[in-house]
Every structure is written in structure tokens, then in C-alpha cells.
């Protein structure tokens, strides 16, 4: 079985540019959840996909969105860049019911805004 | 959001015991309480989970007080790969999770 794999492992941007993360979920799992961790903190929620739709929002502005495709792989993008972004990004994918699992993460696409 | 409230940090010897507590006293009825953890460069890594029992796996024991507000993660024989950081989290299924600082666990040989 394997795990979260995340795309790229590092980025380097510009400030005002978009970007676009990949993940592809741990075989058998149909949600995915997002999270951005800036550096000394603990994760924060951006949203979760859950069959395709997006199904829980963190406080985050709509320049950040996502997709989730049927095979439930996920993408995260963010327009418009700003300094403030670069953090590390993390997936998580789970069962629809993650009591008896709980989150699979990926090692994560640490992004730099400059 | 859901909060918990851990030590800033916390160190133990090398194969001794590391009991990791955790308070949680706005837990409603139906969250569970998780516990995570990462090392460092990593991503969050599961532990264990319970609702009202104490848990025990093979990675961690969790005790869970009779009244849910606190509980205590249990590292039976702690290893210098379990310096990390600890998440303790509570809600509900399907929920998100959110993470607070964390306890940073040093295991010093």
C-alpha cells in the first residue's frame, strides 16, 4: 500500500504568481484535506474534498481553491501569491469515516514566495 | 475551533517512560481525542485515537480521564526517533483537524 505522495517537494515563486500543488491520495482513500504550516506552527485547515466537492473550509481567502479528481487524487492552488504563503503544504487523505484510520499525510510541498 | 492546551516541551531519558498530557475541556460528547505527531521535515504522523476508554496500540498507550476533559498520551519505552513534536486534537468524525503548537518531546540518550 502506499502513502500521500506530494508534488513538488520544494518551490520557489514569485510574489503575484499562481501556483499549483499535486497529491495524490493513499490507494483506497476518497478524502483529501489540505493544510498550509507556517514555519514554528501547527497545521492549519485550508479545506477538504470528499467525492470531487469541497465539503469544509478553513479561513482562508478564495485565491486558495482545489480540485479533487475521480481517481481522488487533489490539487491546491493559490493565485496571486503573497510573501505571507510560504509555508509548507500538506495533504492528508482519509476514509470517509477516519475514526478507526485517522489521517495519512504527505511529506508536503515546502513553498517559497519571494 | 476545538482547542487543547500541552506543555510548551518535555524531555525524557532514553527508554524510560514518556507520559505526554493533554487538557481538552471544551470536548463535546461525540469528539474523539487523536494524537499525532511529527518529526521534524515530516508530516503529521497518526498515534492513536479513543473516545471514553483507554487505548493502547503498538506505538502508544492513551488514558483518557473518566470526565474527557484531559488525557495522557503514553510512550512506554521511549527511542531518540520519538523526539517530535506531539499534536493532541479532539473532534468529531470527518471533521478537520486543528492543531495547536503542540509539546516538543526530546528523547536524550
Known amino acids: 500500500e502506499t502513502g500521500v505522495t506530494q508534488s513538488p517537494t520544494h518551490l520557489i515563486k514569485t510574489r503575484g504568481q499562481q501556483v499549483t500543488l499535486r497529491c495524490s491520495s493513499q490507494s483506497g482513500h476518497n478524502t483529501v484535506s489540505w493544510y498550509q504550516q507556517a514555519l514554528g506552527q501547527g497545521p492549519q485547515f485550508i479545506f477538504q474534498?470528499?467525492?470531487?466537492?469541497?465539503?469544509g473550509r478553513g479561513n482562508f481567502p478564495p485565491r486558495f481553491s482545489g480540485l479533487q479528481f475521480p481517481n481522488y487524487s487533489s490539487e491546491l492552488n493559490v493565485n496571486a501569491l503573497e510573501l505571507d504563503d510560504s509555508a509548507l503544504y500538506l495533504c492528508?487523505?482519509?476514509?470517509?469515516?477516519?475514526?478507526?484510520?485517522?489521517?495519512?499525510f504527505g511529506s508536503g510541498t515546502r513553498l517559497t514566495v519571494v | 475551533d476545538a482547542k487543547t492546551t500541552q506543555p510548551t516541551s518535555m524531555d525524557c531519558a532514553e527508554g524510560r517512560a514518556a507520559n505526554l498530557p493533554c487538557n481538552h475541556s471544551?470536548?463535546?460528547?461525540?469528539?474523539?481525542v487523536y494524537w499525532y505527531r511529527q518529526i521534524h521535515s515530516q508530516g503529521p504522523q497518526y498515534i492513536i485515537h479513543?473516545?471514553?476508554n483507554n487505548e493502547t496500540n503498538e506505538m502508544a498507550s492513551l488514558i483518557i480521564t473518566e470526565d474527557r476533559k484531559s488525557s495522557t498520551l503514553i510512550l512506554p519505552h521511549a527511542t531518540l526517533r520519538d523526539t517530535a513534536v506531539y499534536y493532541c486534537i479532539h473532534t468529531g468524525a470527518n471533521s478537520k483537524l486543528t492543531f495547536g503548537k503542540g509539546i516538543t518531546l526530546s528523547v536524550r540518550p
Open positions: 479513543g473516545l471514553k
Open positions: 492528508a487523505s482519509s476514509l470517509e469515516t477516519p475514526i478507526n484510520y485517522g489521517y495519512t
Open positions: 474534498y470528499y467525492r470531487e466537492e469541497e465539503n
Open positions: 471544551t470536548i463535546s460528547g461525540n469528539e474523539y
